[in-house]
């Protein structure tokens, strides 16, 4: 009988359990009515009375030492979970605060978008260019007076090498290195040399289109665009085209939208006109065509350019084109609702 209570003692000092049913289990196994322990409790009887005395206290001893094993087990389980309480793993995680995405990117990537899903495909050229592909590949004659249109800003003292005025030299680039068709949208950041203020940057930035294939014509020119502003602006938008001049068009245009604040009644947005001036725009001139390799008597074009500044000044009402480079987050985060 000792021996038995050695062996019992041995294995309920082993004991371990996962979780409270399995310490109910032992509990059960060893203590209830009819677990192991009380059983030994009956057989106490056969014990010859010479060693009732020391089996008694053995049995007691194992019984205590049995129900403090089990309670302890179900202490350190109990525990546990009182320490994880404070961990609710079904909680849903802090919020982490994002950044917004730049007015300026989110109305770039809008006109990307719509001209996207007319065929164009995004084309991008270098900041800092040369004379050929910003101007003399455009048509600018040397000593044309259109080259102070645009204050350029010039690297070094060479006056080939400059900061590019206008992303019209992605037209050339690509014209230099591709047959039609093309049709490419590229946007990017432009430099001129301007005084700083709300109306004015030293950089800003803009998109060019280009469409070169046979048969292109005016017609094309001006669907495309109706389509742009309605997509852009909504779609009752009106669109009108003013005769113009660049260099590299001919004929040339500048399109003006319904004003989108006041819907083309007049407002002091418009000035009172009703329309607004959003972008330049023309047929490619043949000049241009066969300075970049393209045969212009077999293939026509026409190209577009507009400020992406403009754009989200007429959607969004940002008075000041120098909140755009401030960085000002009370700024910024008025678009979060915009992604
Ligand atoms: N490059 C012109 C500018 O910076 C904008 C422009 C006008 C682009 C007419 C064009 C165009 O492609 O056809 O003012």
Not at 61 to 84: C, P
Not at 153 to 171: A, E, G, K, M, W
Not at 180 to 194: A, L, Y
Request: glycine fraction near 6%; proline fraction near 4%; charge should be negative.
């Amino acid at each position: 009988m000792l021996d038995k209570i050695n062996t019992l003692k041995a294995e309920i000092d082993a004991l371990v359990a996962a979780d409270a049913a399995q310490v109910e289990a032992l509990r059960i196994k060893y203590l209830s009515k009819k677990g192991i322990i009380p059983a030994l409790f009956n057989d106490f009887r056969t014990v010859p009375a010479d060693q009732k005395r020391a089996i008694g206290v053995a049995l007691n001893d194992l019984k205590n030492y049995a129900t403090d094993k089990i309670n302890g087990l179900r202490e350190s389980l109990e525990s546990q979970s009182a320490g994880s309480e404070g961990l609710d793993l079904t909680r849903s995680a802090a919020a982490v605060r994002l950044g917004t995405r730049h007015p300026l990117s989110l109305v770039r990537e809008e006109i990307i978008d719509i001209f996207r899903r007319l065929g164009f495909t995004v084309a991008e050229g270098p900041e800092i260019e040369d004379d050929w592909h910003v101007f003399s590949s455009l048509n600018f004659a040397d000593d044309h007076p259109a080259r102070d249109m645009q204050d350029t800003f010039f690297i070094q003292r060479n006056p080939d090498v400059l900061l590019r005025t206008h992303t019209s030299s992605v037209q050339s680039r690509v014209m230099e290195n591709t047959q039609p068709p093309i049709r490419i949208i590229c946007p990017g950041r432009v430099f001129r040399n301007e005084a700083i203020s709300a109306r004015a940057h030293c950089f800003f930035h803009q998109v060019e289109a280009l469409y070169v294939d046979r048969n292109v014509s005016f017609a094309d020119l001006r669907q495309t665009l109706l389509y742009f502003a309605r997509e852009m602006f909504g779609p009752d938008t009106q669109i009108r085209l003013r005769p113009s001049y660049f260099p590299f068009t001919e004929p040339s245009a500048e399109m003006d939208i319904s004003c989108n604040l006041c819907g083309g009644k007049g407002c002091a947005f418009c000035k009172g006109t009703g329309w607004v001036e959003i972008l330049g725009c023309g047929m490619v001139d043949p000049n241009v065509l066969d300075a970049c390799g393209i045969d212009s008597k077999e293939y026509t074009g026409f190209a577009l350019g507009m400020g992406i500044e403009r754009i989200t000044n007429l959607k969004y009402q940002v008075k000041d084109l120098r909140m755009f480079s401030e960085n000002d987050t009370r700024f910024l985060d008025e678009f979060t609702a915009a992604h």
